[in-house]
């Protein structure tokens, strides 16, 4: 009697345990659906005719099309736009991080008066809400003639980006020993040299979680373009594609195209430095 | 540390930061005090104007929504984003197939560009050719077909959930990464004490990453503070201002009517109100934790 009781338990466990499992897998299932099918949605889309858009939202191309993209590419200038976003991301993203590095290095090695206060107003950026900047941004960027240039977005995708990297450069350059100096002191080694050829190459982890935050930051960035650049040819990427599809509203699948080219770029270098990309972002997120 | 007494030096290496920072990141909320007191359209003489601005601006209905409308936009980021990303990360941190998989599909919206999330879920609202209205259609559930991002009743309802949508993986990922912190050995000693697995939630894994959960709060407000992007692609703050933020009533009011000064303000009060809330939260969570 104890034993059929004891088999039936174990029955019942083990169904409980498999139903408790296809619970787990169903809802981990549904969130990947709502996360991934509205990205697949507008790429399949992007091959479609109109006509077969209206007819069957849904699934895949019965016929691939590619005048959608043929379209986007030359109405939408966006060579151009990727140009822009390449050209302002990476020279905004160079500078952040080679004056950020240089202010840490005297932030974390050296002892100064005022250090401290220094450090916390810097670090203090981090809660400037930036769209309450933009107004003011405009009228500065006005009066001293850089609105409408390439230099607009630069330095204020600089500054914006300076607080975060100082605050992951500076800590962890302190976590350096403090011997690893003496010797090149020592040596006579003037302090840039020190910064240039140790501290520098000793910082590369950071650095590179700063890289990854400074370029998304910057290619993703929108509210200062739209603010600080009223000439196609100087558009970004995100500012290039919100003005493309507000001209083509009704065009469904040359927007979905123009998208898409964009889109690509972007999932391909996510999902090669996945790993590096959600470490920065997420570092970057809980220690700022 | 290492004493530096020669100040050339240190001014050298800490000045070119300092500069650039102090100019574009410090000095605009200083330009903006001073133009929140002035009446100028960019062109003609400036005039003082004293606190007009910021009176008109109390007296503007529609500044009040898009203060409320923020104020929701933080809600349902709160208790939105939090949650499920909560629940999801205790779901998937056990031994699972496709593991990796989840993870990888469930960060990638906090990646893309925000104007290619408003654009794509503009088009997923449309409401002849939209996803959603189709879905709802072949579902049987038809009758509940909307003008989503047309309708002022739903259109902020509609701009919400993609907010959710798109920063949920952000907060899955980090409180993933916390939950494998918490130390195998005390959840063993609870399993040999026959623990369930609920019981092993509520005392043993929360409270060890109620820290992060705290910091991912402040981090869900201060973001969803800055919400402007996505809404103003998305509806510009239509329609008939139903989902105006104060960002998107700042931005209309300054460009298109061409009112600095009144933008200026609003500019003040959006900083005022951001650090507020950033503040009082954070002393409020800190409270509690301690």
């Known amino acids: 009697m104890d034993k059929v009781n004891v088999a039936h338990d174990s029955k019942v466990a083990r169904k409980r345990k498999i139903f408790k499992k296809s619970t787990i897998y169903l809802v981990l299932i549904a969130f990947t659906v709502v996360n991934a099918y509205p990205i697949f949605w507008m790429i399949m889309n992007s091959f479609k005719s109109g006509q077969e858009f209206a007819f069957d939202p849904f699934g895949i191309p019965k016929e691939w099309i590619f005048s959608n993209y043929v379209e986007a590419w030359f109405t939408a200038n966006i060579g151009t736009y990727f140009f822009n976003s390449l050209l302002v991301g990476i020279v905004a993203l160079v500078i952040c991080i080679f004056v950020g590095a240089l202010a840490s290095y005297f932030l974390s090695r050296f002892q100064f008066k005022g250090r401290n206060l220094l450090y916390g107003f810097f670090v203090v950026g981090l809660l400037v809400p930036i769209h309450a900047t933009l107004v003011p941004m405009f009228i500065l960027m006005q009066k001293i003639g850089f609105l409408n240039t390439h230099l607009a977005l630069i330095f204020p995708y600089i500054a914006f980006n300076l607080s975060i990297t100082i605050f992951l450069l500076t800590s962890f350059m302190q976590s350096f020993p403090k ?19 140790i501290i520098l190459p000793m910082s590369r982890p950071a650095i590179a979680t700063a890289v990854i935050l400074n370029f998304i930051n910057n290619w993703n960035e929108f509210s200062f373009a739209l603010v600080l650049i009223n000439d196609d040819a100087l558009s970004t990427l995100p500012l290039g594609l919100a003005n493309f599809a507000g001209q083509y509203a009704t065009n469904y699948t040359g927007q979905m ?21 959600v470490n920065g972002m997420t570092q970057g997120a809980v220690k700022g | 540390m290492h004493l530096l007494k020669n100040p050339w030096i240190i ?28 009446s100028w359209n960019g062109f003609s003489e ?22 409320r409308n923020n104020i929701l936009v933080v809600l349902a980021s709160v208790f939105g984003q ?26 990638m919206p906090v990646v893309i560009s925000t104007v290619v999330i408003s654009i794509t879920w503009r088009m997923i609202y449309n409401s002849e050719y939209g996803l959603l209205n189709n879905f709802l259609e072949g579902i049987g559930l038809g009758f509940l077909q909307q003008n989503w991002l047309g309708n002022p ?39 040999l004490d026959g623990a369930s697995e609920w019981q092993k939630t509520r005392h043993i ?46 931005y209309n009011k300054t460009f298109e009517g061409l009112r600095y000064g009144y933008g200026s303000a609003i500019s003040v009060l959006i900083f005022v109100f951001s650090l507020a809330i950033i503040l009082i939260t954070t002393k409020l969570l800190q409270r509690k934790e301690g």
């Open chain 2, 46 to 67: 400036m005039q003082f104007v004293g606190l007009a601005n910021f009176q008109e601006a109390f007296q503007d209905k529609v500044f009040w929504v898009s203060v």
């Open chain 1, 257 to 277: 195209a123009g998208l898409t080219i964009v889109l690509i770029p972007t999932i391909l270098f996510y999902l090669v430095m996945e790993k590096q990309i």
């Open chain 2, 205 to 250: 894994i929360l409270p060890s990453i109620s820290h992060i959960i705290l910091i991912s709060i402040i981090l869900c407000i201060s973001g969803s503070l800055k919400t402007f992007d996505l809404i103003y692609v998305m509806t510009s703050g239509g329609p008939a201002n139903s989902t105006e933020v104060m960002a998107t009533y700042m």
């Open chain 2, 153 to 191: 009743s739903w259109a902020m309802v509609a701009v919400c959930l993609t907010i959710i949508w798109q920063f949920v993986g952000l907060y899955f990922i980090i409180f993933l990464s916390a939950l494998q912190t918490v130390p195998g050995e005390i959840l063993e000693a609870a399993d």
């Open chain 2, 82 to 107: 939090i949650p499920i990303a909560l629940v999801l990360a205790l779901l998937l941190n056990r031994k699972i197939k496709g593991a990796k998989f989840f993870r990888t599909i469930g960060f």
């Open chain 1, 179 to 197: 011997e690893i100096e003496e010797s090149a002191i020592m040596d006579g080694c003037g302090v840039f040299r020190i910064f240039w050829s």
């Open chain 2, 11 to 38: 001014a050298a290496g800490v000045i070119p930061a300092l500069a650039i920072y102090l100019i574009f990141s410090i000095v605009p909320i200083f330009i903006s005090f001073y133009y929140s007191f002035m």
